[in-house]
């Protein structure tokens, strides 16, 4: 029997991908592969780059969801938000299932048994899954070279089962594992691993990079460049969640922006014929960190050196995609010039909360 060319996608790239989430697009596709109606909570941040990849992705596509928080609050009771075919793996199994996903398609469709295009195969992993978890099935997937995109969607935390602290966790951050208190007043001590930067590092012959929830049209673009790839694709998004970060609801999208305005959230893109870092995407603006933390009650602990032990981190960032500093950004890494967020024991009725 005749072996059966495998064809392939090719998703257009949308215009003006620093334009905010507020902005009318005509060009964003009109199809919803993920619909209104599921559990999450209110304004969250995994729930709204779900919308928007899927909506990227277009309606020939297969999802699959490790365990977390998008898989409890999306297959309950017979009940899911998904218009396209959607698969459920554990949360140490997802890059081994996706590559089996992407092997199998391959396989029908030279066969035969399969007609029509390869579809778009993305799984969706959260941090804990992504980074800790099922790191290495992950990395055996992107070293394969299996036809997929994996998308970590991070949160910062383990959230699905009540806001434990993840390799992703940022310094500072208050979680259930990681108290503020006398002995250790800052909450979390390490800074978060460098996910991205691994997997670009560790499989550069795939397309790596990193996004927000706040700026959507560089997200979707993103997620097509990395469906377009022939061959594996990672991308991280940034995804506040509400009930961990502790902000006010509707306050999402503005997080997805001032994260990556004030440098703690580099977005970059990996070119993997270049084997080249691309720094070009820039915010509008450029702000000192304490504008971000300020919005949050997990940093509400954050002694003034604890906040400038961030700002020096968002600096050596600036630094690493070739931006000049303000004087003003270089003035917040001193201690002197700011003031504590609160104390610890202030923080403790917030720390109740989570």
């Known amino acids: 029997m005749a072996t059966i060319e ?10 003006s991908p620093n334009q905010g989430a507020r902005f009318y697009n005509p060009e964003l596709p009109s199809s919803e592969p993920f ?3 599921h559990r999450t909570c209110a304004g969250c941040g995994p729930s709204i780059q779900y919308r928007m990849t899927s909506k990227a992705a277009g309606d020939n596509t297969i999802l699959v969801g490790p365990t977390g928080c998008m898989y409890v609050a999306n ?10 075919p959607w698969a459920h793996t554990q949360i140490g199994s997802a890059g081994s299932f996706t590559a089996g996903v992407a092997a199998a398609y391959e396989a029908m469709i030279r066969k035969g048994k399969w007609k029509g295009t390869f579809p778009n195969i993305i799984c969706e992993a959260g941090d804990g ?3 800790d978890i099922g790191l290495a099935s ?7 070279n299996h036809d997929c995109l994996i998308i970590c969607y991070d949160n910062e935390q383990y959230a699905n089962t009540g806001i434990q602290a993840s390799s992703r966790t940022p310094y500072g951050g208050m979680t259930t594992f990681s108290p503020p208190g006398p002995l ?3 909450g979390k001590k390490l800074f978060p691993k460098d996910l991205a930067r691994m997997m670009a590092a560790g499989h550069p012959h795939c397309y790596v990079a990193t996004a ?5 049209i560089d997200l979707m673009n993103k997620v097509r460049k990395g469906l377009n790839h022939k061959g594996a694709a990672y991308l991280m998004v940034y995804t506040p969640c509400q009930k961990g970060f502790v902000y006010e609801t509707p306050r999402s999208i503005d997080l997805g922006r001032l994260v990556v305005e004030c440098g703690l959230y580099p977005m970059w893109e990996w070119n993997p014929e270049k084997r080249a870092y691309d720094y070009s995407f820039r915010p509008a603006s450029m702000r000192p960190v304490s ?3 300020k919005l949050q009650g997990r940093f509400g602990h954050l002694h003034a050196e604890h906040i400038a032990t961030l700002q020096k981190f968002a600096n050596e960032q600036w630094r690493m995609m070739g931006v000049q500093l303000p004087e003003a950004l270089i003035q917040a890494a001193d201690a002197k010039n700011l003031v504590n967020m609160a104390s610890a024991a202030q923080a403790e009725a917030v720390a109740q909360t989570i």
């Open 6 to 15: 495998v064809q392939r996608q090719i998703l257009p790239i949308l215009d």
């Open 35 to 37: 619909v209104p109606g």
């Open 75 to 84: 297959s309950s009771y017979l009940c899911t938000p998904y218009n396209v």
């Open 129 to 131: 899954s992504a980074s």
């Open 138 to 144: 992950i990395s055996g997937a992107l070293y394969r």
């Open 184 to 186: 250790v007043p800052e």
């Open 212 to 216: 927000s929830v706040g700026y959507p």
């Open 291 to 293: 504008e971000y933390l």
